[in-house]
């Protein structure tokens, strides 16, 4: 590992890997995060995992909102393995190593579920477009097929995009010590070790921004725009209130997602720090996942009755077991 601190800016191979500096400034403090990481790591897991459990056992919600929840879901364990168990390891050890092999995968992963998920986000939007705005065709317009058509469309978008853009990253030189002042391979703190001309590559990056991660949410937005005006020209305040708690968790997941990534993505540098960007970036590693799952099954009635009913029926087949063994 090449571990100069020099910072002569001379050209390395990328070879040997790199250094994350990640939390190091917070000594034993690294300690205590390290355990709050890990049960939100844990909590994230175990949230997904029931969410894609309860969907797949219970038939009525084999719906398309729920097929792409299954998929959003799978993302964002996929997100948080690809970050939160190195992270976890370094917050232990004094050598915060990454091989080159690991730091591409990093990047890969993370980056193929963050433009996955903003697609996925749209089509669920479409999906409550035309369920609210137009409930009659709802069944036509959205069959298994379109589902997955769908669905296997934002999956392509994520990773044929992100494999072009980091492929083009990684053939590029890379100079200085190789220390990753940022908790794991990202985009921007890997964009500043580059010893080349790197205005073409950040153009590139940009218009993928706008393409496919401002034209989601745009699409969103739309989709809203046109399920608001439908929703207040219902005549019933029950009817209203009925049609807007059907979108209310995809809403407050949307929110969650775009604000976090406009805080750690968007938001002018100008006077950060790297110690208050690793912030920022954990709030956005942790936080929507994590919540994710809570939003879904705390504010969704159909997911809360298929929880109930699993709860119930493992209770039940306890206490039939508890019957049979006092036999």
Known sequence: MADSESGSGENQTISDGFILVGFSYLGLVQILLFLVLLVLYLVTLMGNLLVILLIKLHPSLHTPMYFFLVNLSFSEICFTT?????????????????????????MYVSGIMGLTE????????????????????????????????????????????????FTWLFSLPFCGSHRIHHFFCDVP????????????????????????????????????????????????AEGRRKAFSTCSAHLSVV??????????????????????????????????????????TLRNKEVKGALRKAIEKIIFAHHRRNQRMER
């Open 82 to 106: 690809s970050v939160v168990p190195q992270l976890l390891v370094h917050l232990l050890v004094e050598e915060k190593t990454i091989s080159l092999a690991g730091c591409t995968a990093q």
């Open 118 to 165: 903003c697609c996925l986000l749209s089509a669920m939007a479409y999906d409550r477009y035309v369920a609210i705005c137009h409930p009659l065709h709802y069944t036509t317009i959205m069959s298994g097929r379109v589902c997955a058509q769908l669905a296997g469309a934002s999956w392509a978008i994520g990773i044929s995009v992100e494999v072009a853009l």
């Open 189 to 236: 703190p890997m964009l500043k070790m580059i010893c080349t001309d790197t205005s073409k590559i950040m153009m590139v990056g940009f218009t993928v921004s706008v393409l496919f991660i401002l034209g989601p949410f745009l699409l969103i937005l739309l989709s809203y725009i046109c399920i608001l005006s439908t929703i207040l020209r219902l005549p019933s």
């Open 255 to 296: 929110t969650l997602f775009y604000g976090t990534a406009l805080v750690t993505y968007l938001v002018p540098k100008s006077g950060s720090t790297p110690e208050s960007d690793q912030m920022i970036s954990l709030l956005n590693t942790m936080v929507a996942p994590v919540l994710n799952p809570v939003i879904y």
